[in-house]
């Protein structure tokens, strides 16, 4: 048998797998920081198209409410690996922002762009609304569990001991695990028959895929894109310095818009095949499960880890942020349907927010 030497030039993002070892030639090498974030974030794609490859093999057995559960899981594995790591090094605030970017960077960007590029190809694109509705109220619920502890510990500090501070936080986070518990029993279990797909979906053609196989190209390719994003997060704040970005922007934005890129490729990739239920799945199922399930997970886990405990306290226009989001989100996929400005309506306000933050100054 001969090499088809036509087939291996052909472009492919195959050849950004290239940049894993050159990510970590360029960090034993003490490269800067800038060469480090992007090679790392040139090899996070490859990475998520294997994600997005397994994860719709996966759901030829289990369905796309399923799958779309597995993406939302493990694309958000290198966000929980890449706190962890920044909560061990006493980093809370950035934990803090990068979780929030994560929530503004699933629902505005990565569903902005599946309604956009998805709009493109097909002129309006159907969706199960009580699936879109049960999303949305989570959000709301969502806003709910960030708002109640961080109003408390801005209106007692100084005024009630920290114990009770953190005490309140621990009962939250169990609270937020117990609601995401019976948040999958709800969708998966008793009440499954409400949320099938109503989208274009394709029967698949030919012999099914190997299922365990792509359980393990799903599990390998999750472990790869968290050993990269955890680069990329070491790297990332030399990056801003160099390039004059505010820290703001960078957790809140960057690291998200890097972090989440799995779950964007993945939500992009279904849309255009027209199965927006399982990209609604992918974007909003993630932004639930961050909070309701990453979030506590880390809080629960500060206990552990010796220093001071992770607290559930952000910014009141981080609050805002996101509730308007949860708004805009259940305003938009109210009627069950999308075209492509409803994409391009999305897209607006994370740019707007986006700049905001790029132009914020550091308060140190």
């Known amino acids: 048998m001969g090499i088809d030497l036509k087939s291996l030039l052909k472009p492919s993002s195959d050849w950004l797998f290239l940049f894993i070892p050159i990510t970590l030639w360029l960090e034993?090498?003490?490269?800067?920081?800038?060469?480090?974030?992007?090679?790392?974030?040139?090899?996070?794609?490859?990475?998520?198209?294997?994600?997005?490859?397994?994860?719709?093999?996966?759901?030829?057995?289990?369905?796309?409410?399923?799958?779309?559960?597995?993406?939302?899981?493990?694309?958000?594995?290198?966000?929980?690996?890449?706190?962890?790591?920044?909560?061990?090094?006493?980093?809370?605030?950035?934990?803090?922002?990068?979780?929030?970017?994560?929530?503004?960077?699933?629902?505005?960007?990565?569903?902005?762009?599946?309604?956009?590029?998805?709009?493109?190809?097909?002129?309006?694109?159907?969706?199960?609304?009580?699936?879109?509705?049960?999303?949305?109220?989570?959000?709301?619920?969502?806003v709910v569990s960030l708002m109640v502890p961080s109003s408390f510990y801005r209106a007692f500090e100084g005024k009630v001991d920290e114990r009770v501070i953190a005490s309140l936080n621990v009962w939250v986070a169990a609270l937020l695990l117990l609601g995401y518990a019976l948040y999958l029993v709800f969708t998966l279990g008793t009440h499954k028959h409400l949320f099938q797909a109503?989208?274009?979906?394709?029967?698949?053609?030919?012999?099914?895929?190997?299922?365990?196989?792509?359980?393990?190209?799903?599990?390998?390719?999750?472990?790869?894109?968290?050993?990269?994003?955890?680069?990329?997060?070491?790297?990332?704040?030399?990056?801003?310095?160099?390039?004059?970005?505010?820290?703001?922007?960078?957790?809140?934005?960057?690291?998200?818009?890097?972090?989440?890129?799995?779950?964007?490729?993945?939500?992009?990739?279904?849309?255009?095949?027209?199965?927006?239920?399982?990209?609604?799945?992918?974007?909003?199922?993630?932004?639930?499960?961050?909070?309701?399930?990453?979030?506590?997970?880390?809080v629960l886990s500060s206990l552990f880890m010796g220093g001071a405990p992770l607290l559930i306290r952000f910014g009141t226009g981080t609050i805002v942020a996101v509730l308007l989001t949860a708004l805009l989100a259940g305003s938009i996929t109210a009627d069950g349907r999308s075209q492509w400005f409803k994409g391009v309506q999305l897209l607006m306000v994370y740019a707007v927010i986006a700049l905001l933050l790029l132009f914020m100054p550091d308060l140190k």
């Open 28 to 142: 034993h090498a003490g490269a800067s920081a800038p060469m480090i974030f992007f090679s790392a974030a040139l090899a996070i794609v490859p990475i998520a198209m294997l994600i997005v490859h397994s994860t719709e093999q996966v759901a030829v057995h289990t369905g796309d409410a399923v799958g779309g559960l597995l993406n939302a899981t493990f694309g958000n594995a290198p966000e929980l690996i890449i706190s962890m790591v920044a909560l061990r090094a006493g980093m809370h605030e950035l934990v803090l922002g990068s979780l929030a970017g994560a929530v503004l960077a699933n629902a505005l960007f990565a569903t902005g762009l599946s309604f956009l590029l998805g709009g493109l190809r097909k002129k309006e694109q159907q969706f199960n609304p009580a699936n879109a509705r049960l999303l949305t109220s989570m959000m709301l619920i969502v």
């Open 198 to 298: 109503v989208g274009g979906s394709e029967e698949h053609q030919g012999p099914k895929p190997s299922l365990p196989k792509a359980l393990v190209l799903l599990v390998l390719a999750s472990v790869l894109a968290a050993w990269m994003s955890e680069i990329l997060v070491g790297a990332a704040e030399g990056t801003g310095e160099v390039l004059g970005l505010s820290q703001a922007f960078i957790g809140m934005v960057l690291l998200a818009l890097v972090g989440g890129a799995a779950e964007s490729f993945s939500a992009i990739a279904v849309a255009r095949k027209d199965k927006l239920d399982m990209s609604l799945g992918i974007t909003m199922g993630s932004c639930v499960q961050i909070v309701l399930f990453v979030t506590p997970v880390l």
